[in-house]
């Protein structure tokens, strides 16, 4: 079966650390990658996406992401985060022979220390 | 544009209540889903539509839950009876195209008792 999976579920790191939040999925055609953020009682918004081209691909507020297309690996990063990153992180894959289904992964919770 | 609007908020009901769920996706999109967010399950699709039909109902955990969209600025999630374990919070998101960004609604929070 098609599955996304995020292997920490809780991070915790001090402002100005870095971050790199792992995402591998299990589909062997092509896809189109996202990664959304939920900040605390609010709703899921974009961070990137990642459709073809260039692998590493440029988000919000400085994040960013690289397809490893052998690895079947969409991972996050962010060089130092802050404290308004504390958020969950979701990871999602949407099989282009699907139309719009996105497959989402559990979910990263990100806390950041002040 | 508001972005995907969804009503209620929140809803607090009995089990074997009906609940109806509302979301009016952003002008212009055709696409809209629904999906289920859950402390164990985390977010599922549970049904999506294009151009109003109904394309993927297999995220429908079963008979209680149904989904209508009567046109294309609105859609209902609507689950009759209610149980406990239906508490979840509902989301609803509506896309321009099949690959591209979906813009999520805020969300209904369900419990029911």
């Known amino acids: 079966a098609q599955s996304v999976s995020q292997h920490n579920h809780h991070v915790i790191l001090s402002e100005a650390a870095s971050l790199e939040l792992g995402c591998n999925y299990s589909?062997?055609?092509?896809?189109?990658l996202f990664w959304y953020v939920q900040y605390p009682g609010q709703h899921l918004q974009l961070l990137l996406k990642y459709f073809s081209g260039d692998p590493l691909v440029k988000g919000i507020k400085g994040f960013e992401a690289e397809f490893i297309k052998s690895k079947f690996s969409f991972n996050l990063r962010k060089p130092s985060v802050q404290w308004s990153d504390t958020a969950e992180y979701f990871c999602?894959?949407?099989?282009?022979?699907?139309?719009?289904?996105?497959?989402f992964g559990q979910g990263t919770e990100l806390s950041v220390k002040p | 544009d508001a972005g995907v609007i969804q009503s209620p908020r929140h809803e607090v009901t009995e089990m074997g209540q009906e609940v109806t769920l509302r979301c009016k996706p952003i002008?212009?999109?055709?696409?809209l889903f629904w999906y289920r967010q859950t402390m164990m399950r985390g977010l599922e699709l549970l049904i999506y539509f294009n151009n109003n039909v109904p394309i993927d109902d297999s995220g429908m955990p079963e008979d209680r839950f149904s989904a209508k969209m009567p046109n294309a600025s609105f859609s209902t999630l609507k689950i009759q009876p209610s149980e406990p374990r239906d508490s979840a919070v509902y989301f609803c998101a509506s896309m321009r195209g099949a690959y591209n960004e979906q813009f999520f609604g805020p969300g209904t929070r369900l419990t029911v008792l």
């Open positions: 999602a894959v949407n099989p282009i022979n699907q139309g719009g289904k996105l497959i």
């Open positions: 589909y062997g055609g092509t896809v189109n």
């Open positions: 002008s212009g999109h055709d696409y």
